[in-house]
């Protein structure tokens, strides 16, 4: 059985544990994309994202713009910063769409893998957040140094206090729904050895990393002093833990296509328990229409936001 409800401008189709969230306008594609865009790159989310638990509201002052550009900074290169917004388009169309590849134009590397990464491990934490009411344990822009490092491990760590259950979510952009399966499917094939590296490198190390107050106050005493993530999920008494996965992919979007999606993702991606726990799936597709337009459109309003960032604080 399908359910749909509405969320924002979405349609929301649900099935066992799979979700389809089909943005309005999909037969008409611009509208769609730009619409789309407009959401994701909303200064609201941007803040949000920044902030996680404490969300700031949006209210001019050097200080929001600030914190929106440099948020917003984390898709971008020294490269792309130099553009202007008119120059963008040709530019970043010509350097999109490409899978796991570096792009390069006139020897200049522009948008990386790493830049597309990053912004489906942002839309996803955004509806997590938003949508699912889960609680960011850390963004993961925050375990780069440098902004074209690719982010690593675990794409999405969350936590819901009312289950104690802690989110390990995985993410992936690709050009069809099967592109994406196969990725995920393979990343969920070494899961288990992901997720004790994620507790050793980012759980276990508050003194690194700024991990939410709300994880720390559950869990600091016993991450703190266990070695594996084994030990710490016996020592403090978890149970159950869950599995997102993120799909944004190309592909018509047509009446009925959000069945096919939830059909797809509910037979073919894998579901297995993970280190003796109680484990739950969920999984979430967006269809994007075209993955390198949908890219373009995305890159091209994150330099134009940036540059009106960038001019708005220097104007106050």
Same mark, same amino acid.
């Given at each position: 059985?399908? $359910?749909a409800e509405?969320?924002e401008?979405?349609t929301?189709?649900?099935s ?5 969230f ?7 594609p ?5 619409g ?7 200064? +609201? ?6 902030n996680?638990? %404490?969300?700031?509201e ?6 929001i713009?600030?914190?929106l ?13 130099l553009?202007?917004f008119?120059?963008?388009s040709g530019d970043?169309l010509?350097v999109?769409?490409e ?11 522009l948008i990386?893998n790493d830049k597309?990464g990053k912004? /489906?491990?942002y839309i996803f ?6 949508y ?8 993961k822009?925050?375990?780069? %140094?440098d ?6 491990? =675990?794409?999405a760590?969350f936590?819901?206090?009312?289950t104690?259950? =802690?989110?390990?979510g995985e ?6 729904i099967d592109?994406?399966?196969? @990725?995920i499917?393979?990343s969920?094939?070494n899961?288990?050895?992901q ?12 003194e690194v990393?700024n991990?939410?107050?709300?994880f720390k106050?559950a869990?600091?005493?016993y991450?703190?002093v266990c070695i594996?993530?084994?030990?710490? +999920?016996?020592a403090?008494?978890i149970r159950?833990i869950?599995i997102?996965a993120?799909?944004?992919y190309g592909g018509?979007?047509?009446? /009925?296509s959000a069945?096919t999606? @939830?059909d ?5 991606l %894998? ?5 003796g726990?109680e484990t739950?799936?969920?999984?979430i597709s967006?269809p994007?229409? $075209?993955?390198?337009?949908?890219m373009?459109? @995305? ?7 940036s $540059?009106?960032?960038?001019k708005?604080?220097?104007?106050i």
């Amino acid at each position: 059985m399908v $359910n749909a409800e509405r969320y924002e401008q979405f349609t929301i189709y649900k099935s066992d544990v799979s979700s389809a969230f089909i943005y309005a306008d999909f037969d008409k594609p611009d509208i769609f994309m730009e619409g789309l865009a407009e959401f994701i790159l909303r200064e +609201t989310n941007l803040l949000n994202y920044a902030n996680t638990l %404490t969300p700031i509201e949006f209210v001019p002052s050097n200080k929001i713009y600030k914190k929106l550009y440099s948020t917003i900074g984390t898709f971008l290169n020294s490269e792309l910063e130099l553009l202007s917004f008119d120059d963008a388009s040709g530019d970043v169309l010509d350097v999109l769409g490409e899978e796991y590849e570096f792009i390069s134009v006139d020897g200049k590397t522009l948008i990386q893998n790493d830049k597309i990464g990053k912004i /489906g491990e942002y839309i996803f934490h955004l509806l997590l957040s938003d949508y699912y009411g889960i609680h960011c344990i850390i963004p993961k822009f925050r375990c780069v %140094t440098d902004r074209n490092m690719s982010v690593f491990g =675990i794409d999405a760590l969350f936590y819901n206090p009312e289950t104690r259950s =802690i989110y390990f979510g995985e993410s992936k952009v690709c050009k069809t729904i099967d592109n994406a399966i196969s @990725l995920i499917n393979r990343s969920f094939s070494n899961y288990e050895q992901q997720i004790k590296e994620e507790y050793k490198l980012v759980l276990s190390n508050d003194e690194v990393f700024n991990l939410s107050q709300e994880f720390k106050d559950a869990f600091q005493e016993y991450t703190s002093v266990c070695i594996s993530f084994e030990e710490f +999920t016996k020592a403090a008494s978890i149970r159950r833990i869950c599995i997102p996965a993120f799909l944004a992919y190309g592909g018509e979007i047509q009446e /009925g296509s959000a069945v096919t999606y @939830l059909d797809k993702m509910n037979k073919k991606l %894998t579901r297995n328990q993970i280190l003796g726990l109680e484990t739950e799936y969920l999984f979430i597709s967006l269809p994007i229409i $075209n993955k390198a337009q949908m890219m373009d459109v @995305l890159m091209r309003k994150v330099v134009q936001k940036s $540059n009106e960032y960038q001019k708005a604080l220097y104007a106050i």
